[in-house]
């Protein structure tokens, strides 16, 4: 909501600035670097991500290289904000300037990717999201937001709100998996944690959703590919996680880099004036994805980056990051009538609004050298990180071999075990080389013997082998789409040596993205999904191993026994008339089933949950369902209990099953709770042929359990009230 005192300041300030000025504010630098040649930090950043650049060099590059943030642009006028300026020291330098030696002392805004963690790097977002724990996930936001502004940072492009059907994609990595309730309420807490109820406080960062809208169904898993999708099922799919961020208070938003059914987003007005200001009230900054404006030329859409620049900045976005399509073209626009001056005053209000929010026109010196080393890698923040981590390992198998005890003779193989600073995964911050602990640091810090594996040496005498298999950092993530799930061929060849051994193995996996593991499941008596974990990724893993920490985790995404099964494998996909089945002609693969590996909600536990006595009845607001959930093991244990819906008869082909809720229950050794829901009526409604919003009535089913393919049923004949 618009505060009137920043709105008076905002108008007294536009009534002051010239074209240029204003065009200025609407321009994102990227900082260069001098050497030899002249890269940009977004180039860099892309050499690493597509492997022509190891993420050492490229650390080593920016350490010792100087770094051209072009000061005279600066000084001109020309700059309204940077992207990956780190380092308070230096951010504050460059804020001089704009406050000191401009005509206007209009303060920078420095924005930054803040994924999953700064410096204390966490579980990448599809792990944590297997905690199904908003609390948890507003904290580790808040923890990043404290190290990232000590560090001078203003606004982290983060969270990502994009429902993710298709593990081939990389960016699945960043995503809350293949659910819009999921993700939604993911991007909600993390909103919270980073912007807090005041983003004046210096340890506040503005959020900025992204990416708008549906990225993750780009077609083929392929990353910026196109999305074609009928406005059904953008509705009901795709758009309520980002609706849910926006309306947590998130300032700033972000449009995709993909087209949506022919018309790129970043030149998209029904998505960046129609539904995000008109429909959802939405009066914060919007912001182009890295050189996201003058690619609308390789769309096909504008004729020179000049018309990019005027498709863009008419359909609703406020600021350019770093194609500088902007900065070049749009004083000539507004001076031709191309772009209405009205609308540039818009677009610059909008981002100085953030500004005064924050503000920075106030206190633009938030942090310093001092604040900024105390801030990074502290004790309680590892801390947090192994809790984090804990809670997002999702134990997969597990034939009575875990947890381990005390004195078994380890031997650990496979060079993820070793490697620390592939636990980081994509997008990891602020990173340093060496931050994190590996499985054999972990091992090393706890004084426990292992041998180590070596690949042409017979295998050491041991009680268990600890084998860790899967991706590097590096295999997911932007650019890192993959057409083949399956693991490497030196992975399985691996599994299968140690399990001809006779020794029981335990499969400890790092990626990125759901994997097909079924050479695992063959091989391995055990199988921990550890994603890329953060910081203290072998602590953690120790902590789940040897049951100091039962784990509770839950998949958010299903795995594919093969590739060939993806994008189809997501848990709510809609019916079909022949449904999977013996006979020939139904919906199935002659060569792989048609159900995940392991389905969408699965977790183990080293205890054992039961459901019985299911119940739900209609009420005044929706429905209300409840379960009875017992801990029949021998150990506590949460467990996450999950409520699912199906519509049998509708206007339109329905889900075969909904998520509508959840809960976490913390439950001692024959310890029973009556779990309740409600269900809002709304969850039942969907968009008909002619795009209406609609609630049938008739029989609901509601369907409880510890997964989506093992629950207890109730049956509701639902009446509008």
Same mark, same amino acid.
């Given at each position: 909501?618009?505060?009137?005192?920043?709105?008076?300041?905002?108008?007294?300030?536009?009534?002051?600035?010239?074209?240029?000025e204003?065009?200025?504010?609407?321009?994102?630098?990227?900082?260069?670097?001098?050497?030899?040649?002249?890269?940009?930090?977004e180039?860099?950043?892309?050499?690493?991500?597509?492997? =022509?650049?190891?993420?050492?060099?490229?650390?080593?590059m920016?350490?010792?290289?100087?770094?051209?943030?072009?000061?005279?642009?600066?000084?001109?006028?020309?700059?309204?904000?940077?992207? *990956?300026?780190?380092?308070?020291?230096?951010?504050?330098?460059?804020?001089?300037?704009?406050?000191?030696?401009?005509?206007?002392?209009?303060?920078?805004?420095?924005g930054?990717?803040?994924?999953?963690?700064?410096?204390?790097?966490?579980?990448?977002?599809?792990?944590?999201?297997? @905690?199904?724990?908003?609390?948890?996930?507003?904290?580790?936001?808040?923890?990043?937001?404290?190290?990232?502004?000590?560090?001078?940072?203003?606004?982290?492009?983060?969270?990502?709100?994009?429902?993710?059907?298709?593990? =081939?994609?990389? #960016?699945? @990595?960043?995503?809350?998996?293949?659910d +819009?309730?999921?993700?939604?309420?993911? *991007?909600?807490?993390?909103?919270?944690?980073?912007?807090?109820?005041?983003?004046?406080?210096?340890?506040?960062?503005?959020?900025?959703?992204?990416?708008?809208a549906?990225?993750?169904?780009a077609?083929?898993?392929?990353?910026?590919?196109?999305?074609?999708?009928?406005?059904?099922?953008?509705?009901?799919?795709?758009l309520?996680?980002?609706?849910?961020?926006?309306?947590?208070?998130?300032?700033?938003?972000?449009?995709?880099f993909?087209?949506?059914?022919?018309?790129?987003?970043?030149?998209?007005?029904?998505?960046?004036?129609?539904?995000l #200001?008109?429909?959802?009230?939405?009066?914060?900054?919007?912001?182009?994805?890295?050189?996201?404006?003058?690619?609308?030329?390789?769309?096909?859409?504008?004729?020179?980056?000049?018309?990019?620049?005027?498709?863009?900045?008419?359909?609703?976005?406020?600021?350019?990051?770093?194609?500088?399509?902007?900065?070049?073209?749009?004083?000539?626009?507004?001076?031709?009538?191309?772009?209405?001056?009205?609308?540039?005053?818009?677009?610059?209000?909008?981002?100085?609004?953030?500004?005064?929010?924050?503000?920075?026109?106030?206190?633009? $010196?938030?942090?310093?050298?001092?604040q900024?080393?105390?801030?990074?890698?502290?004790?309680?923040?590892?801390?947090?990180?192994?809790?984090?981590?804990?809670?997002?390992?999702?134990?997969?198998?597990?034939?009575g071999?875990?947890?381990?005890?005390?004195?078994?003779?380890?031997?650990?193989?496979?060079?993820?075990?070793?490697?620390?600073?592939?636990?980081?995964?994509?997008w990891?911050?602020? $990173?340093?080389?060496?931050?994190?602990?590996s499985?054999?640091?972990?091992?090393?810090?706890?004084?426990?013997?292992?041998?180590?594996?070596?690949?042409?040496?017979?295998?050491?005498?041991?009680?268990?082998?600890?084998?860790a298999?899967?991706?590097?950092?590096?295999?997911?993530?932007?650019?890192?789409?993959?057409a083949?799930?399956?693991?490497?061929?030196?992975?399985?060849?691996?599994?299968?040596?140690?399990? !001809?051994?006779?020794?029981?193995?335990?499969?400890?996996?790092?990626?990125? =993205?759901?994997?097909?593991?079924?050479?695992?499941? !063959?091989?391995?008596?055990?199988?921990?999904?550890?994603?890329?974990?953060?910081?203290?990724?072998?602590? @953690?893993?120790?902590?789940?191993? $040897?049951?100091?920490?039962?784990?509770?985790?839950?998949?958010?995404?299903?795995?594919?026994? +093969?590739?060939?099964?993806?994008?189809?494998? $997501?848990?709510?996909?809609?019916?079909?008339?022949?449904?999977?089945?013996?006979?020939?002609?139904?919906?199935?693969?002659?060569?792989?089933?048609?159900?995940?590996?392991?389905?969408?909600?699965?977790?183990?536990?080293?205890?054992?949950? =039961?459901?019985?006595?299911?119940?739900?009845v209609?009420?005044?607001?929706?429905?209300?369902?409840?379960?009875?959930?017992?801990?029949?093991?021998?150990?506590?244990?949460?467990?996450?209990?999950?409520?699912?819906?199906?519509?049998p008869?509708?206007?339109?082909?329905?889900?075969?099953?909904?998520?509508?809720?959840?809960?976490?229950?913390?439950?001692?050794?024959?310890?029973?709770?009556?779990?309740?829901?409600?269900?809002?009526?709304?969850?039942?409604?969907y968009?008909?042929q002619?795009?209406?919003?609609?609630?049938?009535?008739?029989?609901? !089913?509601?369907?409880?359990? *510890?997964?989506?393919?093992?629950?207890l049923?109730?049956?509701?004949?639902? #009446?509008?009230?």
């Amino acid at each position: 909501m618009k505060h009137p005192e920043i709105e008076k300041r905002i108008q007294d300030l536009l009534s002051k600035m010239t074209l240029e000025e204003k065009v200025g504010q609407l321009h994102q630098a990227g900082g260069s670097i001098v050497g030899a040649f002249d890269l940009s930090l977004e180039e860099i950043l892309t050499m690493v991500q597509d492997g =022509r650049m190891t993420e050492e060099e490229a650390h080593k590059m920016i350490s010792n290289a100087k770094r051209d943030w072009h000061e005279d642009d600066l000084r001109a006028g020309r700059i309204g904000s940077y992207l *990956g300026l780190v380092g308070s020291e230096e951010m504050n330098r460059m804020q001089h300037i704009a406050v000191e030696e401009t005509r206007l002392g209009i303060p920078l805004i420095n924005g930054f990717d803040v994924i999953h963690g700064f410096r204390t790097i966490t579980p990448i977002p599809l792990a944590e999201s297997c @905690a199904w724990d908003t609390d948890l996930w507003e904290r580790t936001a808040r923890m990043s937001a404290e190290e990232a502004a000590a560090a001078g940072i203003h606004m982290t492009f983060s969270p990502m709100a994009d429902v993710s059907k298709d593990p =081939r994609w990389g #960016r699945i @990595a960043e995503s809350a998996g293949e659910d +819009a309730l999921l993700n939604g309420l993911y *991007g909600e807490a993390k909103v919270k944690g980073y912007q807090t109820d005041d983003l004046t406080r210096h340890d506040a960062l503005a959020a900025c959703v992204k990416h708008f809208a549906a990225y993750g169904a780009a077609e083929g898993g392929r990353d910026y590919n196109r999305v074609d999708m009928s406005p059904q099922r953008f509705e009901e799919e795709y758009l309520p996680s980002y609706e849910r961020a926006v309306k947590a208070g998130a300032r700033a938003v972000m449009p995709a880099f993909n087209d949506l059914s022919g018309v790129p987003c970043s030149v998209n007005k029904k998505l960046l004036t129609d539904i995000l #200001r008109r429909r959802w009230g939405f009066d914060g900054m919007t912001i182009s994805d890295a050189n996201a404006i003058a690619e609308c030329v390789n769309h096909g859409i504008a004729e020179d980056r000049r018309d990019a620049a005027r498709q863009a900045l008419n359909a609703g976005m406020d600021m350019d990051m770093t194609s500088g399509c902007f900065l070049d073209h749009v004083k000539e626009l507004v001076e031709t009538g191309e772009v209405p001056m009205e609308r540039l005053d818009e677009a610059v209000s909008d981002i100085l609004r953030l500004k005064f929010e924050l503000g920075l026109f106030d206190d633009p $010196y938030r942090s310093g050298p001092e604040q900024e080393k105390a801030a990074m890698l502290t004790p309680a923040h590892r801390a947090l990180a192994r809790e984090a981590a804990q809670r997002s390992m999702v134990l997969l198998r597990n034939d009575g071999l875990l947890p381990l005890k005390a004195g078994l003779r380890i031997a650990l193989a496979g060079k993820l075990a070793f490697e620390k600073d592939e636990m980081s995964g994509t997008w990891a911050g602020s $990173y340093q080389p060496g931050d994190c602990k590996s499985i054999q640091d972990a091992l090393d810090e706890e004084h426990i013997a292992y041998r180590a594996v070596a690949e042409d040496q017979p295998l050491p005498d041991c009680d268990v082998f600890l084998c860790a298999i899967g991706e590097g950092k590096n295999e997911s993530g932007e650019a890192a789409s993959r057409a083949s799930l399956e693991l490497t061929e030196a992975d399985i060849a691996l599994l299968k040596r140690l399990k !001809e051994s006779g020794k029981p193995v335990v499969a400890v996996v790092f990626a990125g =993205r759901p994997l097909c593991l079924g050479p695992a499941v !063959e091989n391995a008596d055990a199988i921990l999904m550890a994603w890329h974990p953060g910081v203290e990724a072998g602590p @953690a893993i120790l902590d789940v191993l $040897y049951g100091r920490v039962n784990p509770s985790a839950k998949l958010t995404a299903g795995f594919p026994s +093969a590739s060939g099964q993806c994008p189809s494998l $997501y848990y709510d996909h809609i019916r079909t008339g022949r449904p999977a089945g013996k006979f020939k002609y139904t919906s199935k693969y002659l060569d792989a089933p048609v159900e995940p590996l392991f389905p969408f909600g699965f977790g183990l536990s080293y205890t054992s949950f =039961r459901y019985s006595d299911i119940s739900a009845v209609q009420t005044g607001l929706g429905i209300h369902a409840e379960i009875t959930v017992q801990n029949i093991g021998d150990r506590a244990g949460d467990e996450i209990v999950q409520c699912y819906f199906r519509d049998p008869v509708a206007r339109r082909v329905r889900p075969v099953r909904k998520l509508a809720a959840f809960e976490k229950a913390a439950l001692r050794p024959g310890e029973s709770r009556r779990i309740a829901f409600d269900i809002p009526k709304a969850a039942f409604g969907y968009y008909d042929q002619d795009m209406n919003f609609v609630i049938d009535d008739g029989l609901i !089913e509601i369907h409880i359990g *510890g997964n989506v393919r093992d629950t207890l049923q109730a049956n509701v004949d639902y #009446r509008s009230l």
